[in-house]
């Protein structure tokens, strides 16, 4: 089937399946997609239910997810922040606004930077993200940046969670 299919190319396993292929290839394509540039970051989360890097990406935009549950491989590559603070737009490179951000760094040298340089906190500064009113969870990687995770703002109307495992932050 294509749940079996699905779950034997998240985790590697060989798997059999009987009868025609098509439809178990279109429906895990329609589930994962890889992302070799910035600018497809956005319209990828919103359209998939998985997100894996294929190179280094820098991140011009603000990404903003909306009541969606979606993960984010970063398959050990780099998410680099070019855009500079600008106090009248979004600070945040990753605004989660509802639903759940899973973002899986634990292949090695999975990160995501603000661009953050130290000494330099008493400038305003983009930060990695923020959990106005949805659950992030962050299973290893590298994060680096000013206040790099934020959580539950006093105007959010519903909690927000995020949890970490194995992650440097800085």
């Not at 790099?148 to 495992?165: H, I, K, L, M, V």
Request: net charge negative; no cysteine; glycine share 8%.
């Amino acid at each position: 089937t294509a749940t079996e299919a699905y779950h034997a190319y998240q985790s590697t396993e060989a798997f059999a399946v009987t009868g025609d292929l098509t439809q178990s290839i279109q429906l895990v394509s329609a589930v994962i997609t890889h992302v070799t540039e910035g600018t497809q970051l956005q319209e990828a989360l919103d359209s998939y239910q998985t997100v894996i890097l294929d190179n280094d990406i820098n991140l011009a935009e603000p990404i903003i997810l909306k009541t969606k549950t979606v993960t984010l491989d970063l398959n050990g590559h780099t998410i680099t922040n070019t855009r500079k603070y600008d106090k009248d737009k979004n600070g945040y490179m990753f605004t989660i606004n509802g639903g759940t951000l899973t973002i899986d760094g634990t292949k090695a040298g999975s990160t995501i930077t603000t661009g953050y340089q130290p000494g330099t906190q008493d400038t305003p500064q983009i930060r990695l993200l923020i959990n106005v009113e949805g659950t992030v969870a962050v299973n290893g990687g590298s994060y680096t940046g000013f206040y790099a995770f934020e959580s539950n703002r006093e105007e959010s109307t519903t909690a927000a969670t995020t949890r970490s495992t194995s992650r440097a932050a800085t």
